[in-house]
């Protein structure tokens, strides 16, 4: 972007141009075209990297273009994206608004990252709070990270040798157990119909270098596998597959993930939130310590009189915005990825 003002969308075959338009942008995994290319996979929907400069400020977010009866709305991608930026911009949220109906978009799901939030970047009365996130801060030491865990994540891994005998890195073999067990394990877990990835997605997502897959086993056979990815900014825990009697490891491998990032020098982890507040996906990452902010999502209408007509139709009232969103898709839709939690 650099010499550039004003916006631009950069399609997923240009990577120079998505590298040049991230860089030195903090910003987290599911920003980068590693993450959006995989994701597209399954979606199947056209995304690109919105990008937009003003001065020496420049902010970005991933979009994809969805269509519904003629009408087509945006939204982030899977995972933790949102608007990211590198300084202030008061006058972003005018600007994106305009650039969206010049674009002829109805509205607008744009999931928020709040470890990359800039209250500059959107109006206040667009955001809606859904959840929790687990957050632990990786620039601490070793023994004071441990020191916030609760007591009893402190004696599961207080004994982190013999722990860690049953835990090893082999991207050969841990992704073939996830590509084995992943969509059986989403089945049971009754996940949303978002996490039935397509092979190229996770082919992708296997292969990239800022994918990390950890496994567990136990006289040979792999058990369990979480996956982690992350920038220079930040880690993101994105899932566990366990088989039977493999659950047992999830906190061992969150725990072997979060030392591995801090190695690397990656500066946060974000655990993700529950399914729900205070759940017990949320409670299981709770037993980390670390920080807890709110999650965020912005709920955008560019087009008011489209918007109002398509939600009338579907029989629903355009003025509520607490539920799903855009309400009228929500007979036909994937819930949001972000608003799931799956461990």
């Known amino acids: 972007m650099a010499g550039l003002s004003g916006h631009i969308c950069i ?12 860089r030195d942008v903090p910003h987290a995994f599911a920003h980068t075209l590693e993450s959006c290319r995989a994701m597209a996979a399954t979606s199947g929907h056209r995304t690109f990297l919105y990008g937009y400069r003003d001065g020496h400020t420049r902010i970005v977010c991933p979009l994809s273009e969805r269509s519904w009866q003629g009408a087509v709305d945006i939204v982030t991608p899977y995972g933790f994206s949102g608007f990211a930026g590198n300084g202030d911009c008061p006058g972003f949220p005018q600007a994106f608004y305009s650039f969206a109906r010049e ?20 109006e206040p009365g667009d955001v809606h709070r859904y959840n929790t996130l687990y957050v632990m801060d990786l620039s601490m030491s070793m023994s004071d990270l441990f020191a916030n865990l609760s007591a009893g994540r402190k004696q599961q891994l207080r004994n982190w040798d013999a722990v860690r005998a049953d835990l090893f890195e082999d991207r050969e073999r841990t992704a073939k157990f996830l590509i084995e067990n992943l969509s059986k394990f989403f089945a049971e877990k009754g996940a949303a119909s978002v996490y039935a990835f397509s092979d190229e997605t996770l082919s992708r997502l296997f292969s990239s270098e800022n994918v990390i897959l950890l496994g567990a086993q136990r006289g040979g056979e792999v058990l369990a596998v979480s996956v982690f990815a992350h920038t220079l900014y930040a880690g993101d825990y994105m899932f566990n597959i366990s088989k039977p009697g493999g659950r047992g490891f999830a906190a061992a491998l969150v725990w072997f993930g979060a030392r591995r990032l801090k190695r690397l020098g990656v500066p946060k982890l974000n655990l993700g939130g529950g399914i729900s507040e205070n759940d017990g996906v949320a409670k299981f990452k709770m037993r980390f310590g670390g ?26 009232d355009p003025q509520d915005r607490t539920g799903y969103f855009p309400a009228y898709r929500q007979s036909a839709d994937k819930i949001p990825p972000q608003e799931r939690g799956v461990t």
């Open 11 to 22: 399609p997923l075959d240009d990577p120079s141009g998505w590298k040049d338009a991230l």
């Open 291 to 316: 920080a807890r902010p709110g999650l965020e999502c912005l709920k955008q209408v560019y087009i008011p009189e489209i918007y109002q007509s398509l939600c009338r139709e579907a029989g629903l």
């Open 103 to 122: 674009r002829g978009y109805v509205c607008g799901y744009i999931g928020l990252n709040p470890l990359f939030r800039n209250r500059t970047y959107f």
